[in-house]
Each structure stands twice: as C-alpha cells, then as structure tokens.
C-alpha cells in the first residue's frame, strides 16, 4: 500500500519554505496531499481556489504530490485521503506551543495518525506566509521567498505597494 502523508496549511500563499518541505517529505513518503485550509471562519487574502492553484502551478515537478482543499476536521479528511501520516514544518521555538497542542488534540481524536515534524531548513527560517504579504503591501521584494507565479499574484493583489 503506497504510503501517503497530508500536508496541511493555510498556504496563504505558498512560500519557498513550504515547497522545501514538500520536497523533502517525498524522499519518505509515496504521495503528499497538500490539503489547504478553507475554513470559512478564517480570513484569507486568497481564496481556496486561488492557493489551490498556485500551489499547483508550483509544484508541478513532481507527479507525486497532490492538491484540494479541505474543510471541516483535519483527521477526518485524513481518514477520507486513507493516509495515515500528517506533516507540518517547524521554524521557530515560537510555533512549537501551537504545533505541540495541535498535535496533542489530533492525536486525541485519532490516536492512529502519524504527525512528523520537520525542522526547517536554515535558509527558509525567517519565511512565512504572513510577512510575505506584508512586504509585497509595502512594496517589497519577495521573489527569492515565493515562487514566480504567487509573485505575480500578490502583485496582482497589491499592485505597486505602499497602500
Ligand atoms: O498554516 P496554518 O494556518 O498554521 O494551518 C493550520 C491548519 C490548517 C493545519 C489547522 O488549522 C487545521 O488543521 N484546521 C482544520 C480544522 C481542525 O482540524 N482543527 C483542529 C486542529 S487540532
């Protein structure tokens, strides 16, 4: 049975250090679902439909990895996919209160998931999705922190910056 892990995320928008991780958690696994978050309680500057497609346009390398988004309870979409692994990225001692309580309540609602953590890579440590946007607003450079197509698209979104 191929062996398939969820990658999970808001992915708003993608960043290189999220694709980083992807790459390397298909040296262990035979499939990655990356499953988007399109909880409707949630503001998000892209729509679901929108990071689908970025993230589809980015990682368009490998015939291995998947992409949807999911609503509702991560384990249940889990159990839906039949993949038994989750896989999340830690940057900072400052996510790790958050992931570990994540980890924790998931475990609780599905003692058979796997969560696997992967430590980020040194060059991606000061990267995500947050401060990304706030530097393309401001009229910033992104293009060594995105791919090509999400810099576009926050282009699109902002404009020129300084709003
Ligand atoms: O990139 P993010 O925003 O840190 O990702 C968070 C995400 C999508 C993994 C988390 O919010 C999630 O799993 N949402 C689905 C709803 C759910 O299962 N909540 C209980 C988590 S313990």
Do not use: C, W
Not at 57 to 75: I, K, P, T
Not at 123 to 148: A, D, Q
């Amino acid at each position: 049975m191929p062996k398939t892990a969820i990658y999970p995320g808001s992915f708003d928008p993608i960043t290189n250090g999220h694709i980083d991780i992807v790459k390397r958690s298909l040296s262990l696994f035979d499939k990655v679902i990356i499953a988007v978050n399109d909880n409707s309680l949630q503001k998000f500057l892209f729509t679901a439909k929108e990071r689908v497609k970025m993230i589809k346009r980015a990682l368009s390398f490998s015939n291995r990895v998947e992409v949807e988004s999911f609503r509702g309870l991560l384990v249940s979409y889990a159990k839906a996919k039949e993949a038994n692994f989750i896989i999340r990225g830690l940057r900072a001692l400052s996510d790790f209160e958050y992931e570990f309580q994540m980890y924790l309540m998931n475990k609780k609602l599905n003692p058979e998931i796997e969560i696997i953590y992967f430590m980020t890579n040194q060059k991606y440590s000061y990267l995500s999705s947050s401060i990304i946007k706030e530097i393309s607003r401001l009229g910033g450079t992104i293009e060594n922190f995105v791919p090509e197509g999400v810099k576009k698209s926050l282009q699109e979104k902002f404009g020129k910056g300084f709003s």
